[in-house]
């Protein structure tokens, strides 16, 4: 059984940092690529960013800078450091595996909350 498990997630006041985690089991991890979604209430579910598991990273255009997605295979785990977070990042963090061979599989984690508010 797949799973893909959040953490991190919490309230920070606007200009602070956080470190999620997804820690990933039930998958070959070494063959997916793996990212990070987010949905804000009343929006849809966007891109943060994504690894390959040759560690190529793709991020939204408007989270450069601020964001590093980073794997660590041997962990099976996929992490994103967020700084100079803003009110507008405030949303549920979904992670995401993606197969890179055979059919394409996909799964999502059940999300982490962050919310940025002073």
């Known amino acids: 059984q797949v799973q893909l498990v959040e953490s991190g997630g919490g309230l920070v006041q606007p200009g602070g940092s956080l470190r999620l985690s997804c820690a990933a089991s039930g998958i070959i991890f070494s063959l997916y690529t793996m990212g990070w979604y987010r949905q804000a209430p009343g929006k849809e579910r966007e891109l943060v960013a994504t690894?390959?598991?040759?560690?190529?990273?793709n991020y939204a255009d408007s989270l450069k800078g601020r964001f590093t997605i980073s794997r660590d295979n041997a962990k099976n785990t996929i992490y994103l450091q967020m700084n100079g977070l803003k009110s507008e990042d405030t949303a549920v963090y979904y992670c995401n595996a993606k197969a890179e061979v055979g059919y394409g599989m996909n799964y999502w984690g059940k999300g982490t909350l962050v919310t940025v508010s002073s």
């Open positions: 690894i390959t598991s040759g560690g190529s990273t």
